[in-house]
């Protein structure tokens, strides 16, 4: 029992990595939207909550990758400099001004496509496979279409109100600015957080790619925060220059818990974790978990912000929960895959080779000839020795 529950920690451990993601961005959302919601420029939350990350994470990275960090190339730099611009500076400052149109819960739940994208980006850059007659790469395509169906449900339907979680509808006033969106806010918040949610899934695919190159999580995590504190300043200046004094202040207030809780979650925290997760299940994997974060959202909503719930963004919502867990389905079925040919193909020639050394030893030989087979790999290497 003692040997089988390491390996169980060790496979549960991807799991419980994007549970803490998906919790860490749900709380984010609430006091991201009140800090909004209290005058916060999205720009300005943007450049502090790098900059939190940074100082945070950048002692870590020294001590920790000190051993693993490999050596700074134009290549990979390029590549956290475009990182730095996906994620924090395009993704964050849309997916803001789009929670601005709208609601907390609204945005959280236009970020359930995010996994059909992510797999959408995957399959153009070669990264996935598509049969057609296959049944699970018919459920990718259809559980797709049904996520994109979904957001347009909830973009585009409001119907009735629904009283959730103990919450009433109070004056209109109130409703307006907590829980009723009109037709073009919506659909120019939905605008937004749909192109983030395609920067973001950009991101991810990169990220996975980078750390293929430089594998140091902390170190990558480091200068993804603070080149995205440089560019989001940049842009922060450009957008805020008319009034620059008190946009960047900050109180004792939602403003500052909100920079600081982003910062040290869901920038530091979470840019290392899902990093590390994805060297073993890959960025599909996960992104497959954010409709938890809408569940959570949808409830401290309802009781921090009140905001209301209305028939048809749940509608919307179910047919992308549907859709998105046939996209789930069909991509764990790739992990059901018998195992590979190459690796019984070398099995037999490996024997093969140790028998023929076994009866070569009798014969006098200059040469020794020494077989390396690693088979979990499926390599076979062969060194010859003098």
């Known amino acids: ?64 990758d000190k051993k693993i960090r490999p050596k700074m190339t134009f290549s990979i730099f390029v590549k956290i400099v475009l990182l730095s611009l996906l994620e924090p500076v395009i993704d964050q400052n849309l997916y803001y001004l789009g ?54 449900v909830m973009t585009l339907i409001k119907g009735p109100e629904l009283e959730l979680f103990g ?35 950009g991101f991810m695919i990169l990220q996975a790619i980078t750390l293929e190159a430089y594998p140091a999580d902390l170190s990558l995590t480091a200068w ?10 940049i842009v922060a200046l450009v957008m805020e220059r008319g009034n620059p004094a008190p946009v960047w202040s900050l109180n004792w207030n939602t403003s500052l818990l909100a920079a600081v809780y982003g910062g040290i979650v869901c920038s530091g925290m979470t840019y290392y974790i899902q990093g590390a997760v994805m060297k073993y299940k890959g960025p599909v994997f996960v992104t497959t978990f954010s409709p938890l974060c809408m569940i959570i959202v949808a409830i401290l909503g309802s009781f921090i912000l009140a905001e209301q719930m209305y028939l048809g963004r749940v509608i919307g919502a179910i047919v992308i929960l549907l859709g998105l867990y046939l996209v789930v389905w069909g991509k764990n079925k790739d992990y059901d895959s018998p195992p590979s040919p190459i690796i019984n ?27 390396i087979s690693n088979i979990g790999a499926g390599n076979l290497a062969q060194y010859e020795q003098v």
């Open 1 to 64: 029992m003692d040997g089988y529950s390491p390996k169980w920690f060790h496979k549960a451990k991807p799991f419980i990595g994007v549970v803490f993601i998906q919790s860490g961005y749900a709380g984010m959302d609430v006091l991201c939207k009140a800090a909004l919601n209290n005058g916060m420029s999205n720009y300005v939350l943007v450049v502090y909550r790098h900059a939190v990350a940074f100082v945070v994470m950048v002692p870590f990275a020294l001590i920790l």
């Open 99 to 152: 929670m601005k149109y709208t609601t907390a819960t609204f945005a959280v739940s236009m970020y359930n496509i995010l996994p059909a994208i992510t797999f959408l980006m995957a399959y153009i850059l070669k990264l996935e496979k598509i049969k057609i007659k296959s049944i699970r790469s018919q459920a990718k395509v259809f559980g797709t279409l049904a996520t994109v169906a979904g957001a347009m």
């Open 167 to 201: 919450t009433h509808g109070g004056s209109s006033t109130h409703i307006q600015h907590n829980g009723g969106v009109n037709l073009q806010h919506a659909i120019k918040g939905s605008v937004m957080i749909t192109i983030g949610c395609f920067s973001f899934a």
């Open 224 to 233: 993804i925060c603070l080149l995205g504190t440089v560019e989001g300043g």
């Open 345 to 371: 193909e070398h099995v037999l020639p490996d024997k093969q080779t140790i028998e023929s050394n076994a009866k070569d030893k009798e014969k006098p030989s200059n040469h020794e000839l020494i077989t």
